[in-house]
Structures are given as C-alpha cells and as structure tokens.
C-alpha cells in the first residue's frame, strides 16, 4: 500500500517536472548543480560522468544535423533568374554581416575576458589542442580530397565546404535534384527532432557537469559566468544599434530610428520565444505593413535569412568561445581567430531557428578549434538568457538584410517605411 502511495507521488512529481519549461529545468539542474557541487566539494567528480554523457550524446548530433540542414539551407534558394539575383545578393549579405557580427564577438569577449581567472584544468578526455596549422594549411585543407572520410572523422569544415557544393549542385540539376533534397529534408527534420530530444537531457548534463565544475572550483565561477551574459548583451546592443543603423543609413540611405520602430514588435516575439523560425510570421507582418517591403521580396528573403543568417548565434559563438579559452587557460593563435570566424560563419547557416541550436553549434566552433566540450555544459546553464538576446540579433538581422535588399531593388515603399511606426502590435 505504502509503496504505492509512494510510487503515485514520486509519477505525480514527475509529471509536474515534466510540466516545467526546459528552460527552466536546465536553470533548476544548474543551481541543483551549483548547490550540489559546492557541498560536496572533491567527491561532486563522481557526478562528472552523468555530463559527459551528454557531451557525448551532442556530438552525436553534430554531423549529421550540419550536413543535412546545410544542404537543405543551400538547396532553399530557388533557381530562377530573379530569384537567383537576389537569392545571391543575400547570400552575400548574410554572410558578411554573420562575419562582421561574430568579429564584435571576439572583440567584446577579449575586452572583458569573462573566463580569465577560473584555471580550469582540460582532463584531455575530450579534444586536445593541436599545433596550429598554418594558414595555407588551413585554407588547402577546407577541401576534403575524401568527403565520407571527412563525415566519419567528423572534420566539420570540410563536411560544410562538400554539403555547400552538393547543395549548390542538386539546385543546378533542377527536377533531377528534387528527390536527393527531399531525402535531406526529411533527414534534417529527423535530425531537429533528435536534437529536440537530446536537449530534454540537458538539465540533467548539465546538473553533472555544474556539480563537478563547482565542487573542484568552488563558486568563484559565478562572477565568470554573470560576465558572459554581460558581453554578449553588449556585443548585440552594439551590433543591432551600431553596425545595424550603420549599414541603414549608409548602404540604404534610410532612418534606423523608423526601422526600429516598425520592427519592435518582431524583436519582442523573438526575444520571449528564443525561436527566429517562430518569429517569421510576425517578422513577415513588420516587413509588409511596417517597412513599406514589398511582398515579393519579402516572402523570399525572410525564410532564406531565418534559415541560414544567424548574426546573433555568431556573436554568441565568438564571445563563448573566447570565454571558453580564457576559462581553461588557452591562447588562440589568430589563425584559430580566423577558424573561429569561418566555422562561425559557416555553422550559421546550419543553425535552425529554433531555442538552444546555437549551443549545439557552438560544440562544432569548438571542436574545430580543439577547445574543451565541457564548456558547452558551462554555458549551457546560462543558454535560455543568451538565447533571448541573440534571437533578436538573428531576426533583425534577417529585417535589416530585408529591407536593404527591397531598396536595392525598388520594392521599398519609402512612403510607408517613413510613416513607420510599429502596426502590427
Ligand atoms: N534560438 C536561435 C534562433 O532561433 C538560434 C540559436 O539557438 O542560436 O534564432
């Protein structure tokens, strides 16, 4: 009888556990950890374990999930010749904003070094640092001269240099190409769905590693991670209000104050959901009735720009990163700093717009790097609020990268773009 009461409460707490938003239940196994580890001190190593564990399971993903979303980024740009323009026209402009984004990333990261001072000390259990490469190394060795050898050893930028030919070549081919891409779109959703899956483990992985980190380091690392968040709230206040007005004003000749405007009540949904794909709707709705764009331009370059153009995920990339050397004492070579920039910028494009992918992508920068995974459990317990912010980067990113191109094309009815004021609240 007693142990079936107690066999319905402990259901009637899962339940309740269940109820609770991941989000939260990854912040609830990071403080469990936090507390968990400081009592316990040395002996919290034998929970060290349960994190490693889903370490292993992300990298699982990795792969897989960047091969096939990449290809179905590239392969979602239409052919024809229009659509080809401009397709191309923010294809460039994604990419160079992404780079420009992570850049203020590494700069801010640098400047207030939120990880220097934790001497964390790298087991070697993961991926040990390498001598660097040098720069033509580097570059020859984008190419894979094998690509199944480059997808089983799981050197992610020659996976993302073959999955952006092969998608550029299954577009070329036309019809032909049609049941290759829906083979990858299916993997890719199984893909997101794996994912989806693995990071219902996080608040346990978390728990894990927190408890290990805290009990060898004490709760001297709390500061640290309090400084991330301050650094990367920085780094998109300064990319959105900065380098964002910059390009307006100069590039397009327009007033950022009435873009801000008209795009406010986009930056709120994706700030509250975390999810850029979540966001389209409304940020459709701001395009169209807000900044005077035209539909036709809108209807393509907003999904393409959710799919692949992540300026706040590569901002994040670059400060967390950073933060992840300082914290286990490594210096990065700037060849590393370019790796960092290109892998950013590149994984941009396989980050689906939906809550916590950056984080998974954030374990490829380092891989490609060689520096510890066990950060990513770090700054997993932070993620939600790192999220937030670079979700809003991600959209008005993709908005900025919108209108410019409208102008460029005369679709923008200036009129309206100067009448803005956010309608759609
Ligand atoms: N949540 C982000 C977005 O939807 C992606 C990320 O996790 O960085 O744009």
């Known amino acids: 009888m007693s142990t079936q009461k107690t066999q319905s409460t402990a259901s009637r707490i899962w339940a309740r556990w269940m109820a609770v938003p991941l989000w939260m239940?990854?912040?609830?196994?990071?403080?469990?950890?936090?507390?968990?580890?400081?009592?316990?001190?040395e002996q919290a190593?034998?929970?060290?374990?349960?994190?490693?564990?889903?370490?292993?399971?992300?990298?699982?993903?990795?792969?897989?999930?960047?091969?096939?979303?990449?290809?179905?980024?590239?392969?979602?740009?239409?052919?024809?010749s229009k659509m080809g323009r401009i397709g191309f026209k923010s294809f460039v402009f994604y990419l160079a904003t992404t780079s420009i984004a992570i850049t203020i990333?590494?700069?801010?990261?640098?400047?207030?070094?939120?990880?220097?001072?934790?001497?964390?000390?790298?087991?070697?259990?993961?991926?040990?640092?390498?001598?660097?490469?040098?720069?033509?190394?580097?570059?020859?060795?984008?190419?894979p001269t094998n690509p199944v050898a480059a997808l089983a050893s799981g050197k992610i930028l020659q996976v993302i240099v073959f999955a952006v030919a092969l998608g550029?070549?299954?577009?070329?081919?036309?019809?032909?190409?049609?049941?290759?891409i829906?083979?990858?779109?299916?993997?890719?959703?199984?893909?997101?769905?794996l994912t989806d899956m693995v990071m219902k483990l996080a608040p346990y992985g978390v728990f894990g590693l927190m408890a290990w980190v805290a009990g060898e380091y004490g709760l001297d690392m709390l500061m640290p991670l309090i400084k991330v968040v301050i650094a990367v709230y920085i780094g998109c206040a300064l990319h959105i209000l900065g380098f964002?007005?910059?390009?307006?004003?100069?590039?397009?000749?327009?007033?950022?104050?009435?873009?801000?405007?008209?795009?406010?009540?986009?930056?709120?949904?994706?700030?509250?959901?975390?999810?850029?794909?979540?966001?389209?709707p409304a940020s459709m709705k701001c395009a169209n009735e807000s900044l005077g764009i035209n539909k036709k331009i809108s209807s393509f370059v907003l999904p393409l720009g959710t799919t692949i153009n992540m300026d706040g995920t590569?901002?994040?990339?670059?400060?967390?990163?950073?933060?992840?050397?300082?914290?286990?004492?490594?210096?990065?070579?700037?060849?590393?700093?370019?790796?960092?920039?290109?892998?950013?910028?590149?994984?941009?494009?396989?980050?689906?717009?939906?809550?916590?992918?950056g984080l998974?992508?954030?374990?490829?920068?380092?891989?490609?790097?060689g520096l510890p995974l066990e950060g990513v459990a770090i700054i997993a317990g932070i993620d939600r609020v790192l999220d937030m912010a670079r979700t809003a980067v991600n959209v008005s990113g993709d908005l900025v990268a919108t209108t410019v191109i409208a102008k460029s094309e005369g679709e923008l009815d200036e009129v309206q773009y100067n009448a803005s004021t956010d309608k759609t609240a």
Not at 53 to 59: A, E, K, R, S, Y
Not at 168 to 180: D, M, Q, T, Y
């Open 25 to 41: 239940q990854i912040l609830i196994g990071m403080i469990l950890g936090i507390l968990v580890g400081a009592a316990l001190g």
């Open 45 to 80: 190593t034998s929970l060290k374990p349960i994190g490693s564990l889903f370490v292993n399971t992300i990298q699982m993903l990795i792969v897989p999930l960047v091969f096939c979303s990449l290809i179905v980024g590239v392969t979602s740009m239409q052919d024809t």
């Open 105 to 143: 990333g590494l700069m801010v990261g640098g400047l207030l070094q939120p990880g220097v001072g934790l001497n964390m000390v790298h087991d070697g259990a993961t991926q040990a640092v390498k001598e660097a490469p040098s720069v033509v190394d580097t570059l020859i060795n984008i190419v």
């Open 168 to 180: 550029i070549s299954l577009v070329l081919i036309g019809e032909r190409g049609k049941p290759a």
């Open 182 to 193: 829906a083979v990858f779109e299916s993997l890719a959703e199984a893909m997101f769905k």
């Open 244 to 280: 964002y007005s910059l390009i307006l004003t100069t590039v397009a000749k327009l007033n950022p104050i009435k873009f801000f405007k008209g795009i406010r009540n986009a930056m709120a949904v994706a700030f509250t959901t975390s999810s850029s794909a979540g966001t389209l």
């Open 314 to 357: 590569a901002l994040y990339q670059g400060v967390t990163a950073l933060f992840v050397a300082q914290a286990f004492g490594i210096d990065l070579t700037w060849v590393e700093y370019v790796t960092i920039i290109l892998t950013a910028t590149l994984a941009s494009i396989g980050t689906a717009g939906v809550p916590g992918a």
């Open 360 to 369: 998974v992508m954030l374990t490829l920068v380092l891989t490609t790097v």
